[in-house]
């Protein structure tokens, strides 16, 4: 017995020779028997931190990293800019509904429209939406295959095509708005998105649905035959004419995937084989899919091909090429511009190198 309570007397004095009295005040700091959660590695929010060049702690996020919260751009966000700021507040922006309840016909005024908007618009809808309504839009996504109906978005001419909810008071929706509202909400088995889409990204792929509707309901209505253009020689190679279609081939990024010089690859073109301009390929034969994946046709590199490519990306794929090109927005004129400059190559050309 004598032995316990020696031990016993031992381990007590121990205990608090190591622990101390708890709750007594102290000017030593308290012995941390596992210091890991009280002493993390890590920095607090808006703290300096001596490591980054600008001495702060808080880091944008990296490129092409996912968001979760609330899908607002942190540069808008935190400008100096007023008006930039006011736009992450506006209502119809952020929803895309007037008066909380119509979905906005067309888009908002603070919202440049442009080429860039729509290759922003193709690159969101390819990572949220394609999976489940399709890379047209047309509800032939993955996930279709596995019990899911997911909403026809494009394709008058297939099932469950979008139609918008009827509005009390004769209102209407209009589509755009409604999509932005609904990518932001979700609907029925679809889960909003609104925390981990902008603002500025929903509107983005609006204007990329747009585009695919358009062409699809376009390709199955009877056109007029294209039209040669009437033009002399001195036309085609009129040197301000092929200089503004290739300051137009830089602008409108259609180097990314169309190699014109053989010692320079386009950055894409690799991957998604898209068509060279190099060597004598004006006036040549090539065989396409007329639509994606549809029959093949032997075609003419010639005005109207051309034209009709530019136009209507779609419409002819050259076999073996990846069809991913949307369609941009380019007048006429412009299409006569980037025509006169790609037909320039294929006359300044000596190599003789064959067409891919």
Known sequence: MKYFLAIYAL?????????????????????????????????LEQSG?????????????????????NGLDLKTAFSPDSDARDKLADKVFNTGLEDGVVGLSGFPDQLEVNEELMREGKSQYTIYCSRCHGDLG????????????????????????????????????????????????????????KDRVGPKQRWAIALYVNALRKWL?????????????EQSDSTS??????AQGKALFQTKVCFTCHQVDPAVPAPAGGPLKA????????????????GIGGPIQKV????????????????????????????????????????????SLSKASTTGEEQE
């Open 237 to 242: 190679e009129d040197p301000a004419l092929i």
């Open 300 to 343: 003419k590199m010639d005005e109207a091909y051309f034209l009709e490519s530019v136009e209507n990306p779609m419409a002819k794929i050259v076999k073996g090429s990846v069809a991913g090109m949307a369609p941009l927005p380019t007048t006429l004129e412009e299409r006569q511009a980037l025509m006169a400059y790609v037909k």
């Open 49 to 69: 931190n001596g490591v980054f060049a600008d001495g702060s702690s808080d880091r944008m996020p990296p490129a092409y990293s996912v968001p979760r919260g």
């Open 138 to 193: 047309n509800g032939k996504g993955v996930l279709s295959k596995f019990g899911l109906k997911p909403r026809n978005l494009t394709d008058p001419l297939e099932p469950d095509y979008l139609k918008l909810p009827d509005l009390p008071d004769g209102k209407k929706h209009g589509i755009e708005g409604y999509v932005v509202h609904v990518i932001a909400e979700g609907k029925n088995t679809m889960l909003g998105m």
């Open 275 to 290: 068509t060279k301009f190099i060597g004598e390929f004006w006036g040549t034969s090539r065989e396409v899919h007329v």
């Open 11 to 43: 381990a007590v004095a121990a205990t608090i020779s190591i622990l101390g009295f708890r709750g007594e005040n102290s000017r030593k700091p308290p012995l941390e028997i596992f210091p890991d959660m009280d002493r993390q590695l890590k920095v």
């Open 217 to 229: 309901e376009s390709r199955d209505k009877p056109t007029a035959e294209p039209v040669a253009l």
